[in-house]
């Protein structure tokens, strides 16, 4: 959400006796970096946004990668991600020691299944999104009720919300599997937020675009109808 919507709600909730100077801050924005371990920027959101570190089970916040790091540049290691992400799978994933598994493995026990959403988990995530958002235009609020209820893609967002978005399914994402090791006494892998940088070069792309593919090869009519895909990479294939 924007600063000028958290304050309305700290504003709303302590019955309008708020006020930063109290906390030794000249302004809202001051006040935010006292507490940058509870709330962060949006990096290039446009208008500015802020938005919830998430904590962990505990209420402290979750320690090896901090959720800080999440940004617009970071991600979730893939095979992680999906085993969170894709519940229309038929099949569970487990952890291995060392990556997400599709499916049962000799030897690997039944608590080593990866925390995969269930559909209505997700719906409810997107819920929660978008009653952080407080849209003064109806056209937006009725455009999120859309987003929501149809179960539409990323692009059906106003765009100064798809990077929030983004982000916010980041943390989410990695709090669940953060809690999910934490539960078990397992070191999440060094890499599990990494870098978009280096995923860069020909060799690493591969892995991506064979899970690119095989993606669409699951996709929906109505889905594939709604992918988009830059307008450079059309320009590159042949006739």
């Not at 690997?108 to 997107?126: G, I, N, Q």
């Not at 990494?194 to 690493?204: H, Q, T």
């Not at 895909?229 to 006739?239: F, G, I, S, W």
């Amino acid at each position: 959400m924007t600063p000028a919507v958290l304050k309305n709600r700290i504003l709303d909730a302590t019955e309008r006796a708020f006020d930063e100077s109290e906390w030794g801050a000249s302004s809202f924005a001051e006040f935010l970096r006292k507490f940058d371990d509870v709330v962060v920027p949006v990096a290039n959101s446009r208008p500015p946004q802020v938005i919830l570190v998430p904590q962990s089970a505990t209420g402290s916040q979750t320690t090896g990668h901090p959720v800080q790091d999440i940004g617009s540049k970071r991600r979730i290691r893939p095979d992680l991600w999906e085993a969170v992400l894709n519940y229309s799978s038929d099949l569970p994933y487990y952890w291995d020691g060392a990556r997400a598994v599709k499916g049962a493995l000799d030897g690997v026990p039944a608590e080593m299944k990866l925390p995969t959403l269930a559909k209505h988990e997700f719906s409810e995530w997107r819920r929660d999104f978008i009653a952080q958002q407080s849209p003064d235009q109806p056209a937006v609020r009725a455009r999120l009720q859309t987003w929501l209820e149809k179960d539409q893609p990323l692009v059906a967002l106003p765009r100064s919300l798809r990077t929030s978005w983004v982000i916010d399914l980041k943390m989410r994402v990695f709090k669940r599997l953060d809690e999910w090791f934490q539960a078990r006494g397992i070191a999440p892998p060094d890499d599990l937020v990494y870098d978009e940088e280096l995923d860069e070069g020909p060799d690493a792309a591969d892995p991506l675009r064979e899970r690119v593919l095989a993606a669409v090869r699951e996709m929906s009519r109505g889905e594939l109808e709604a992918l988009q895909l830059p307008a450079t990479v059309l320009l590159r294939l042949k006739d």
